[in-house]
Protein backbone atom coordinates (compact mmCIF):
# COMPACT_ATOMS: atom_id res chain seq x y z
CA UNK A 1 0.00 0.00 0.00
CA UNK A 2 1.35 3.18 -0.41
CA UNK A 3 1.65 4.06 3.00
CA UNK A 4 4.10 0.80 3.31
CA UNK A 5 1.56 -1.25 5.29
CA UNK A 6 1.69 -4.73 3.49
CA UNK A 7 -1.82 -6.15 1.62
CA UNK A 8 -0.32 -9.73 0.13
CA UNK A 9 2.35 -11.88 1.28
CA UNK A 10 3.05 -14.83 -1.58
CA UNK A 11 2.33 -18.43 -0.59
CA UNK A 12 6.03 -19.12 -0.20
CA UNK A 13 7.20 -16.84 1.71
CA UNK A 14 4.39 -17.56 4.14
CA UNK A 15 5.44 -21.09 3.99
CA UNK A 16 9.10 -19.86 4.63
CA UNK A 17 8.34 -18.04 7.96
CA UNK A 18 5.68 -20.03 9.32
CA UNK A 19 3.37 -16.98 9.40
CA UNK A 20 -0.51 -16.36 8.60
CA UNK A 21 -1.63 -14.16 6.03
CA UNK A 22 -3.62 -12.53 8.46
CA UNK A 23 -0.39 -12.18 10.93
CA UNK A 24 1.87 -11.02 8.21
CA UNK A 25 0.07 -7.92 6.48
CA UNK A 26 -0.10 -4.69 7.61
CA UNK A 27 2.77 -4.53 9.69
CA UNK A 28 2.85 -8.02 11.20
CA UNK A 29 5.68 -8.98 9.20
CA UNK A 30 8.25 -7.47 11.38
CA UNK A 31 7.51 -9.96 13.46
CA UNK A 32 9.42 -12.75 11.48
CA UNK A 33 12.49 -10.39 11.40
CA UNK A 34 15.61 -10.37 13.88
CA UNK A 35 15.10 -7.89 17.10
CA UNK A 36 18.70 -6.36 16.01
CA UNK A 37 17.67 -5.71 12.75
CA UNK A 38 14.08 -4.01 12.92
CA UNK A 39 14.42 -0.69 13.71
CA UNK A 40 17.45 0.06 10.86
CA UNK A 41 14.90 -2.01 8.62
CA UNK A 42 11.80 -0.06 9.10
CA UNK A 43 13.81 2.99 9.79
CA UNK A 44 15.09 2.50 5.91
CA UNK A 45 11.80 1.60 4.48
CA UNK A 46 10.30 4.39 6.06
CA UNK A 47 12.74 6.62 4.58
CA UNK A 48 12.02 5.64 0.58
CA UNK A 49 8.66 5.67 1.69
CA UNK A 50 8.73 9.60 1.98
CA UNK A 51 11.46 9.56 -0.97
CA UNK A 52 9.23 7.47 -3.23
CA UNK A 53 12.01 5.99 -4.33
CA UNK A 54 13.22 2.11 -4.94
CA UNK A 55 15.40 0.72 -2.10
CA UNK A 56 17.22 -2.24 -0.90
CA UNK A 57 18.37 -3.25 2.84
CA UNK A 58 20.06 -6.25 4.25
CA UNK A 59 18.15 -7.55 7.24
CA UNK A 60 17.69 -10.86 8.89
CA UNK A 61 14.59 -13.09 8.19
CA UNK A 62 13.17 -16.30 10.29
CA UNK A 63 12.60 -19.04 8.99
CA UNK A 64 9.37 -21.17 10.05
CA UNK A 65 12.06 -23.43 12.54
CA UNK A 66 13.57 -20.30 14.66
CA UNK A 67 16.71 -19.95 12.35
CA UNK A 68 17.48 -16.67 10.98
CA UNK A 69 19.51 -16.06 7.59
CA UNK A 70 20.04 -13.00 6.03
CA UNK A 71 18.16 -11.53 3.07
CA UNK A 72 18.23 -8.94 0.62
CA UNK A 73 14.92 -6.67 0.85
CA UNK A 74 14.19 -4.67 -1.87
CA UNK A 75 11.59 -2.07 -2.37
CA UNK A 76 10.21 -0.75 -5.67
CA UNK A 77 7.05 1.78 -6.30
CA UNK A 78 4.25 1.61 -8.30
CA UNK A 79 3.37 4.76 -10.11
CA UNK A 80 -0.39 5.84 -10.81
CA UNK A 81 -1.39 8.55 -13.64
CA UNK A 82 -1.10 11.23 -11.31
CA UNK A 83 2.29 10.78 -10.95
CA UNK A 84 1.96 9.57 -7.48
CA UNK A 85 2.44 6.03 -5.67
CA UNK A 86 -0.42 3.98 -5.67
CA UNK A 87 1.36 0.62 -4.30
CA UNK A 88 5.02 -0.82 -2.95
CA UNK A 89 6.37 -4.09 -5.01
CA UNK A 90 8.59 -6.04 -2.49
CA UNK A 91 11.02 -8.85 -3.07
CA UNK A 92 13.07 -10.61 -0.71
CA UNK A 93 16.30 -12.21 -1.56
CA UNK A 94 18.30 -14.98 0.49
CA UNK A 95 22.05 -13.67 0.54
CA UNK A 96 23.23 -15.79 3.42
CA UNK A 97 25.35 -17.96 1.71
CA UNK A 98 26.79 -14.76 -0.21
CA UNK A 99 27.39 -12.86 3.09
CA UNK A 100 28.85 -15.99 4.58
CA UNK A 101 31.47 -16.39 1.58
CA UNK A 102 32.48 -12.90 1.84
CA UNK A 103 33.32 -13.30 5.60
CA UNK A 104 35.21 -16.45 4.85
CA UNK A 105 37.06 -14.58 2.27
CA UNK A 106 38.02 -11.88 4.24
CA UNK A 107 39.26 -13.85 7.11
CA UNK A 108 40.92 -16.41 4.94
CA UNK A 109 43.20 -13.30 2.97
CA UNK A 110 43.50 -12.04 6.94
CA UNK A 111 44.98 -14.98 7.81
CA UNK A 112 46.83 -15.19 4.82
CA UNK A 113 48.63 -11.81 4.91
CA UNK A 114 49.43 -12.15 8.61
CA UNK A 115 51.22 -15.68 7.77
CA UNK A 116 53.64 -13.39 5.21
CA UNK A 117 53.93 -11.00 7.51
CA UNK A 118 55.52 -13.70 10.10
CA UNK A 119 57.07 -15.64 7.44
CA UNK A 120 59.12 -12.54 6.20
CA UNK A 121 60.38 -11.79 9.87
CA UNK A 122 61.16 -15.30 10.75
CA UNK A 123 65.04 -15.08 11.12
CA UNK A 124 64.98 -19.12 11.78
CA UNK A 125 64.27 -20.77 8.63
CA UNK A 126 64.20 -24.29 10.30
CA UNK A 127 60.83 -22.59 12.24
CA UNK A 128 59.18 -21.94 8.79
CA UNK A 129 57.27 -25.04 8.08
CA UNK A 130 55.96 -25.23 11.70
CA UNK A 131 54.57 -21.45 11.25
CA UNK A 132 52.59 -22.90 7.99
CA UNK A 133 50.90 -26.02 9.46
CA UNK A 134 49.73 -24.19 12.40
CA UNK A 135 48.20 -21.53 10.46
CA UNK A 136 46.77 -24.13 8.51
CA UNK A 137 45.32 -25.70 11.22
CA UNK A 138 44.07 -22.84 13.15
CA UNK A 139 42.32 -21.16 9.88
CA UNK A 140 40.32 -24.50 8.77
CA UNK A 141 39.94 -25.51 12.32
CA UNK A 142 41.54 -28.83 11.54
CA UNK A 143 42.38 -31.60 14.45
CA UNK A 144 46.03 -31.67 13.09
CA UNK A 145 47.94 -30.94 9.97
CA UNK A 146 50.66 -33.03 8.54
CA UNK A 147 53.86 -31.87 6.09
CA UNK A 148 55.39 -34.63 3.78
CA UNK A 149 58.21 -34.33 1.50
CA UNK A 150 58.79 -36.13 -1.99
CA UNK A 151 61.97 -38.54 -1.98
CA UNK A 152 61.97 -40.17 -5.12
CA UNK A 153 58.90 -41.94 -5.17
CA UNK A 154 57.20 -41.96 -1.68
CA UNK A 155 56.13 -39.52 0.13
CA UNK A 156 58.29 -39.11 3.82
CA UNK A 157 56.26 -37.49 6.74
CA UNK A 158 58.40 -34.58 7.59
CA UNK A 159 56.47 -33.33 10.80
CA UNK A 160 52.76 -32.97 12.13
CA UNK A 161 51.14 -29.88 13.73
CA UNK A 162 48.24 -31.30 16.81
CA UNK A 163 47.58 -29.94 20.03
CA UNK A 164 49.01 -26.75 19.10
CA UNK A 165 52.76 -28.64 19.14
CA UNK A 166 54.55 -29.19 16.16
CA UNK A 167 56.59 -32.49 15.94
CA UNK A 168 59.36 -33.63 13.73
CA UNK A 169 58.89 -37.35 12.21
CA UNK A 170 61.34 -38.41 14.52
CA UNK A 171 59.09 -37.88 17.45
CA UNK A 172 56.34 -39.39 15.51
CA UNK A 173 56.07 -43.07 16.79
CA UNK A 174 53.20 -44.55 14.02
CA UNK A 175 53.72 -46.94 10.93
CA UNK A 176 56.94 -45.96 8.41
CA UNK A 177 56.22 -42.75 8.07
CA UNK A 178 56.50 -43.19 4.65
CA UNK A 179 53.82 -43.67 1.63
CA UNK A 180 54.39 -44.48 -2.23
CA UNK A 181 53.51 -41.76 -4.55
CA UNK A 182 53.23 -44.85 -7.61
CA UNK A 183 53.64 -48.38 -7.51
CA UNK A 184 52.04 -49.92 -4.51
CA UNK A 185 49.22 -47.24 -4.40
CA UNK A 186 45.82 -46.97 -5.56
CA UNK A 187 45.47 -46.03 -8.79
CA UNK A 188 43.02 -43.22 -8.39
CA UNK A 189 45.51 -41.82 -5.53
CA UNK A 190 48.30 -41.98 -8.10
CA UNK A 191 46.64 -39.94 -10.74
CA UNK A 192 45.75 -37.68 -8.15
CA UNK A 193 49.32 -36.55 -7.15
CA UNK A 194 50.44 -37.07 -11.11
CA UNK A 195 47.50 -34.17 -11.62
CA UNK A 196 48.48 -32.01 -8.84
CA UNK A 197 44.49 -31.35 -7.84
CA UNK A 198 43.31 -31.79 -4.09
CA UNK A 199 42.10 -34.70 -2.76
CA UNK A 200 39.11 -35.66 -0.46
CA UNK A 201 39.19 -39.07 1.68
CA UNK A 202 36.05 -39.08 3.57
CA UNK A 203 34.43 -41.98 5.90
CA UNK A 204 38.21 -42.46 7.06
CA UNK A 205 36.10 -44.42 10.36
CA UNK A 206 33.93 -46.69 8.04
CA UNK A 207 34.51 -49.24 5.74
CA UNK A 208 34.68 -48.47 3.06
CA UNK A 209 35.85 -45.49 2.60
CA UNK A 210 35.43 -42.66 -0.54
CA UNK A 211 38.02 -41.11 -1.79
CA UNK A 212 37.04 -37.66 -4.12
CA UNK A 213 39.49 -35.83 -6.97
CA UNK A 214 39.82 -32.37 -7.67
CA UNK A 215 37.64 -32.73 -11.22
CA UNK A 216 34.77 -34.46 -9.48
CA UNK A 217 35.50 -38.47 -9.90
CA UNK A 218 35.58 -40.81 -7.14
CA UNK A 219 36.26 -44.18 -6.07
CA UNK A 220 35.59 -46.43 -3.16
CA UNK A 221 38.60 -47.54 -0.84
CA UNK A 222 38.47 -50.85 1.29
CA UNK A 223 40.42 -51.59 3.83
CA UNK A 224 41.39 -55.21 1.93
CA UNK A 225 42.39 -54.26 -1.09
CA UNK A 226 45.05 -51.27 0.69
CA UNK A 227 48.67 -51.85 0.18
CA UNK A 228 50.23 -51.93 3.70
CA UNK A 229 51.20 -48.32 4.13
CA UNK A 230 47.92 -47.26 3.52
CA UNK A 231 46.43 -50.14 5.24
CA UNK A 232 48.58 -48.87 8.37
CA UNK A 233 47.90 -45.10 7.75
CA UNK A 234 43.85 -45.45 7.73
CA UNK A 235 44.32 -48.11 11.28
CA UNK A 236 45.87 -45.22 12.83
CA UNK A 237 43.81 -41.95 11.90
CA UNK A 238 40.85 -44.31 12.99
CA UNK A 239 42.30 -45.01 16.26
CA UNK A 240 42.99 -40.83 16.29
CA UNK A 241 39.17 -40.57 15.54
CA UNK A 242 39.85 -38.99 12.27
CA UNK A 243 36.73 -38.95 10.04
CA UNK A 244 38.00 -36.46 6.89
CA UNK A 245 41.39 -35.94 5.22
CA UNK A 246 41.87 -32.74 2.85
CA UNK A 247 45.20 -33.33 1.02
CA UNK A 248 46.89 -30.00 -0.62
CA UNK A 249 50.07 -30.91 -3.21
CA UNK A 250 52.63 -28.70 -3.55
CA UNK A 251 54.18 -27.89 -6.93
CA UNK A 252 57.32 -25.70 -7.21
CA UNK A 253 57.58 -25.82 -11.23
CA UNK A 254 54.80 -28.07 -11.89
CA UNK A 255 56.45 -31.23 -10.01
CA UNK A 256 54.95 -32.72 -7.14
CA UNK A 257 57.28 -31.96 -4.17
CA UNK A 258 55.20 -32.85 -0.98
CA UNK A 259 51.87 -32.69 -0.08
CA UNK A 260 50.12 -31.23 3.00
CA UNK A 261 47.55 -33.21 4.97
CA UNK A 262 44.71 -31.73 6.54
CA UNK A 263 42.72 -33.55 9.23
CA UNK A 264 39.11 -33.60 10.40
CA UNK A 265 37.00 -35.13 13.14
CA UNK A 266 33.84 -34.45 11.55
CA UNK A 267 32.39 -34.52 7.88
CA UNK A 268 33.48 -31.32 6.06
CA UNK A 269 32.19 -29.59 3.36
CA UNK A 270 34.68 -27.04 1.36
CA UNK A 271 34.02 -24.23 -0.57
CA UNK A 272 35.90 -22.61 -3.22
CA UNK A 273 37.15 -20.18 -0.71
CA UNK A 274 38.84 -22.35 1.35
CA UNK A 275 40.40 -24.71 -1.25
CA UNK A 276 42.07 -21.78 -3.37
CA UNK A 277 43.35 -20.70 0.66
CA UNK A 278 44.54 -24.39 0.92
CA UNK A 279 46.18 -24.30 -2.04
CA UNK A 280 48.35 -20.80 -1.31
CA UNK A 281 49.14 -22.34 2.06
CA UNK A 282 50.44 -25.36 0.22
CA UNK A 283 52.85 -22.81 -1.49
CA UNK A 284 53.95 -21.20 1.02
CA UNK A 285 54.53 -24.66 2.66
CA UNK A 286 57.18 -25.65 -0.28
CA UNK A 287 58.86 -22.38 -0.50
CA UNK A 288 59.43 -22.92 3.48
CA UNK A 289 60.51 -26.09 3.36
CA UNK A 290 63.21 -24.72 0.49
CA UNK A 291 63.91 -22.33 2.87
CA UNK A 292 64.66 -24.90 5.95
CA UNK A 293 66.39 -27.47 3.37
CA UNK A 294 68.80 -24.65 2.12
CA UNK A 295 69.84 -23.54 5.83
CA UNK A 296 70.29 -26.89 6.88
CA UNK A 297 72.69 -27.30 3.95
CA UNK A 298 74.90 -24.34 4.48
CA UNK A 299 74.69 -21.66 7.02
CA UNK A 300 76.87 -18.87 4.74
CA UNK A 301 75.69 -15.81 2.51
CA UNK A 302 74.72 -17.41 -0.04
CA UNK A 303 71.52 -19.28 1.77
CA UNK A 304 71.26 -16.08 3.66
CA UNK A 305 71.13 -13.96 0.36
CA UNK A 306 68.23 -16.67 -1.04
CA UNK A 307 66.66 -16.51 2.09
CA UNK A 308 65.58 -13.28 1.49
CA UNK A 309 64.77 -13.48 -2.04
CA UNK A 310 62.17 -15.74 -0.82
CA UNK A 311 61.17 -13.19 1.85
CA UNK A 312 60.94 -10.52 -0.55
CA UNK A 313 58.40 -12.65 -3.18
CA UNK A 314 56.59 -13.74 -0.77
CA UNK A 315 55.97 -10.19 0.65
CA UNK A 316 55.78 -8.15 -2.87
CA UNK A 317 53.31 -11.36 -4.40
CA UNK A 318 50.66 -12.30 -1.68
CA UNK A 319 51.34 -10.04 0.62
CA UNK A 320 51.07 -6.66 -1.35
CA UNK A 321 48.26 -8.09 -3.99
CA UNK A 322 46.16 -9.75 -1.18
CA UNK A 323 46.27 -6.07 0.39
CA UNK A 324 44.50 -4.97 -2.59
CA UNK A 325 42.40 -7.12 -2.47
CA UNK A 326 40.93 -6.28 1.30
CA UNK A 327 41.11 -2.48 0.29
CA UNK A 328 38.42 -3.48 -2.49
CA UNK A 329 36.50 -6.03 -0.15
CA UNK A 330 36.24 -3.06 1.99
CA UNK A 331 35.39 -0.50 -0.58
CA UNK A 332 32.62 -3.04 -1.90
CA UNK A 333 31.43 -3.05 1.92
CA UNK A 334 30.95 0.41 1.69
CA UNK A 335 29.29 0.70 -0.85
CA UNK A 336 26.93 -2.00 -0.32
CA UNK A 337 26.04 -0.26 3.05
CA UNK A 338 25.48 3.23 0.90
CA UNK A 339 23.17 0.90 -1.83
CA UNK A 340 25.61 1.20 -4.34
CA UNK A 341 25.13 -2.55 -5.90
CA UNK A 342 26.57 -1.94 -9.25
CA UNK A 343 29.50 -0.50 -7.40
CA UNK A 344 30.41 -2.74 -4.99
CA UNK A 345 29.65 -5.42 -7.59
CA UNK A 346 32.35 -3.73 -9.62
CA UNK A 347 34.92 -3.75 -6.25
CA UNK A 348 34.54 -7.51 -6.04
CA UNK A 349 35.25 -8.34 -9.30
CA UNK A 350 38.50 -6.30 -9.13
CA UNK A 351 38.99 -8.07 -6.00
CA UNK A 352 39.04 -11.39 -7.80
CA UNK A 353 40.83 -10.21 -10.57
CA UNK A 354 44.12 -9.16 -7.95
CA UNK A 355 43.60 -12.31 -6.01
CA UNK A 356 44.17 -14.18 -9.34
CA UNK A 357 46.98 -12.01 -10.27
CA UNK A 358 48.65 -12.67 -6.67
CA UNK A 359 48.37 -16.54 -7.34
CA UNK A 360 49.76 -16.66 -10.64
CA UNK A 361 52.39 -14.35 -9.46
CA UNK A 362 53.33 -16.65 -6.90
CA UNK A 363 53.58 -19.80 -8.37
CA UNK A 364 56.07 -17.55 -10.99
CA UNK A 365 57.70 -16.83 -7.43
CA UNK A 366 58.29 -20.24 -6.92
CA UNK A 367 60.20 -20.92 -10.21
CA UNK A 368 61.91 -17.58 -9.65
CA UNK A 369 60.68 -16.51 -12.96
CA UNK A 370 60.11 -12.64 -14.28
CA UNK A 371 57.35 -11.07 -12.91
CA UNK A 372 54.05 -11.10 -15.17
CA UNK A 373 53.32 -7.92 -14.83
CA UNK A 374 56.82 -7.52 -17.14
CA UNK A 375 55.88 -9.88 -19.29
CA UNK A 376 55.00 -8.52 -22.83
CA UNK A 377 55.40 -5.10 -21.86
CA UNK A 378 58.54 -2.87 -20.44
CA UNK A 379 58.64 -0.72 -16.92
CA UNK A 380 56.94 2.36 -17.83
CA UNK A 381 53.86 -0.11 -19.14
CA UNK A 382 54.14 -2.11 -16.29
CA UNK A 383 54.04 0.48 -13.99
CA UNK A 384 51.31 2.27 -15.13
CA UNK A 385 49.34 -0.65 -14.98
CA UNK A 386 50.14 -1.64 -11.81
CA UNK A 387 49.28 2.04 -10.58
CA UNK A 388 46.10 2.35 -12.04
CA UNK A 389 44.53 -1.34 -10.80
CA UNK A 390 45.62 -1.09 -7.18
CA UNK A 391 44.34 2.42 -7.30
CA UNK A 392 40.75 1.62 -9.13
CA UNK A 393 37.54 2.46 -6.67
CA UNK A 394 39.88 3.70 -3.80
CA UNK A 395 40.26 6.94 -2.57
CA UNK A 396 43.65 7.72 -4.03
CA UNK A 397 44.49 8.99 -7.38
CA UNK A 398 47.52 7.99 -8.45
CA UNK A 399 49.76 8.93 -11.59
CA UNK A 400 52.40 7.58 -13.25
CA UNK A 401 55.04 10.74 -15.48
CA UNK A 402 58.09 9.89 -17.59
CA UNK A 403 61.01 12.55 -18.11
CA UNK A 404 63.43 11.77 -20.50
CA UNK A 405 64.12 9.51 -22.93
CA UNK A 406 62.53 5.82 -21.93
CA UNK A 407 64.93 3.04 -22.26
CA UNK A 408 65.50 -0.67 -22.20
CA UNK A 409 66.79 -1.52 -18.70
CA UNK A 410 68.08 -4.95 -17.26
CA UNK A 411 65.82 -7.31 -15.31
CA UNK A 412 66.70 -7.09 -12.27
CA UNK A 413 66.28 -3.40 -11.86
CA UNK A 414 62.86 -3.15 -13.86
CA UNK A 415 61.65 -5.73 -11.45
CA UNK A 416 63.42 -3.86 -8.45
CA UNK A 417 61.34 -1.01 -9.49
CA UNK A 418 58.24 -2.53 -9.79
CA UNK A 419 58.27 -3.95 -6.60
CA UNK A 420 59.32 -1.10 -4.75
CA UNK A 421 56.56 1.32 -6.16
CA UNK A 422 54.14 -1.88 -5.20
CA UNK A 423 55.65 -1.57 -1.62
CA UNK A 424 55.16 2.51 -1.46
CA UNK A 425 51.99 2.17 -3.20
CA UNK A 426 50.06 -0.44 -0.98
CA UNK A 427 51.66 1.76 2.47
CA UNK A 428 49.78 4.22 0.76
CA UNK A 429 46.81 2.04 0.30
CA UNK A 430 46.88 0.88 4.10
CA UNK A 431 48.52 3.88 5.85
CA UNK A 432 48.68 7.04 4.79
CA UNK A 433 45.28 7.99 4.39
CA UNK A 434 46.40 10.31 1.54
CA UNK A 435 44.49 11.19 -1.94
CA UNK A 436 47.53 11.62 -4.16
CA UNK A 437 50.11 9.11 -4.91
CA UNK A 438 52.73 9.84 -8.30
CA UNK A 439 55.72 7.97 -9.33
CA UNK A 440 58.27 9.26 -11.51
CA UNK A 441 60.96 8.01 -14.08
CA UNK A 442 63.63 9.92 -15.38
CA UNK A 443 66.07 8.98 -17.46
CA UNK A 444 69.27 11.07 -17.43
CA UNK A 445 71.68 9.60 -19.45
CA UNK A 446 74.37 7.67 -17.08
CA UNK A 447 71.60 7.14 -14.42
CA UNK A 448 68.16 6.77 -13.75
CA UNK A 449 65.99 8.72 -11.54
CA UNK A 450 62.70 7.28 -9.64
CA UNK A 451 60.74 9.78 -7.46
CA UNK A 452 57.51 8.05 -5.62
CA UNK A 453 55.26 10.34 -3.73
CA UNK A 454 51.99 10.72 -1.65
CA UNK A 455 50.66 13.46 -0.01
CA UNK A 456 49.22 11.29 3.12
CA UNK A 457 50.24 11.18 7.26
CA UNK A 458 53.81 10.45 6.63
CA UNK A 459 56.09 8.89 9.48
CA UNK A 460 59.13 9.10 11.54
CA UNK A 461 61.65 7.58 9.56
CA UNK A 462 63.73 7.32 12.88
CA UNK A 463 61.50 5.14 14.73
CA UNK A 464 61.34 1.45 14.37
CA UNK A 465 58.26 -0.31 12.05
CA UNK A 466 57.13 -3.35 11.36
CA UNK A 467 57.27 -5.55 8.56
CA UNK A 468 59.34 -6.22 5.48
CA UNK A 469 59.05 -3.34 3.28
CA UNK A 470 61.09 -0.49 3.69
CA UNK A 471 63.75 -3.13 4.69
CA UNK A 472 63.36 -4.54 1.36
CA UNK A 473 63.47 -1.48 -0.56
CA UNK A 474 66.99 -0.40 1.09
CA UNK A 475 68.45 -4.06 0.44
CA UNK A 476 67.20 -3.83 -3.49
CA UNK A 477 68.88 -0.63 -4.07
CA UNK A 478 71.84 -1.43 -2.41
CA UNK A 479 72.33 -4.42 -4.73
CA UNK A 480 71.83 -2.05 -7.43
CA UNK A 481 74.47 -0.15 -6.01
CA UNK A 482 71.88 2.69 -6.06
CA UNK A 483 71.01 5.90 -3.55
CA UNK A 484 67.50 5.91 -1.47
CA UNK A 485 66.63 9.34 0.23
CA UNK A 486 63.48 8.96 2.41
CA UNK A 487 61.83 12.61 3.02
CA UNK A 488 59.05 11.65 5.39
CA UNK A 489 57.95 13.71 8.78
CA UNK A 490 54.03 13.01 10.62
CA UNK A 491 51.86 14.98 8.66
CA UNK A 492 53.77 15.68 5.70
CA UNK A 493 53.32 12.76 3.51
CA UNK A 494 56.00 10.56 2.00
CA UNK A 495 58.64 10.82 -0.61
CA UNK A 496 61.52 8.49 -1.93
CA UNK A 497 64.00 9.50 -4.29
CA UNK A 498 66.41 6.20 -5.88
CA UNK A 499 69.02 7.17 -8.23
CA UNK A 500 70.34 4.13 -10.07
CA UNK A 501 73.56 3.98 -12.12
CA UNK A 502 73.28 2.51 -15.43
CA UNK A 503 76.43 2.55 -17.34
CA UNK A 504 77.75 0.32 -14.40
CA UNK A 505 74.63 -2.13 -14.73
CA UNK A 506 76.59 -5.19 -16.20
CA UNK A 507 78.38 -5.27 -12.43
CA UNK A 508 75.69 -6.21 -10.35
CA UNK A 509 73.42 -7.82 -12.72
CA UNK A 510 76.09 -10.45 -12.69
CA UNK A 511 76.57 -10.60 -9.09
CA UNK A 512 72.69 -10.05 -8.02
Given at each position: ?5 L ?11 G?R??E ?61 V??W ?79 E ?48 R????R ?96 A ?12 S ?118 T ?5 A ?22 LN ?18 L ?12
Amino acid sequence: MPDGRLEYLNQRWLEYTGLRQDEATGWGWMTAIHPDDVAGLVEYWKSILAAGNAGQYEARLRRHDGEFRWFLFRGVPLYGEQGNVVKWYGTNTDIEDRRASENVARGHLGALTHLLDVLSQESDPDQLPRHVVNAIRNQLRAVSVTIWERNGERLDLLGINEDGRFREHDEIAYFEGSIPVTGAAPPLWVEALATGGHILIEDIDKEPSRILLADGRSAIWRQDDLTRPFAELKAHLCTQGIRGLLIAPMLPAGRLAGIIGIRFTGTRVFGREEIDLTKALAHQAMLAMQMMRLSRQSRDSAVVAERNRFARDIHDTLAQGFTGVIVQLEASEDARSRNLAAEADAHLRRARELAGDSLREARRSVRALRPEALTGQDLCGALAAMIEKMTAGTAVCGEFQVEGEPVRLLAIIEESLLRICQELLTNTLRHARALHFTAQLAFEGEALRATFTDDGAGFDPMQSHDGFGLRGIHERVSALNGELTLKTAPGRGCAALIVLPLGSASKFHAST
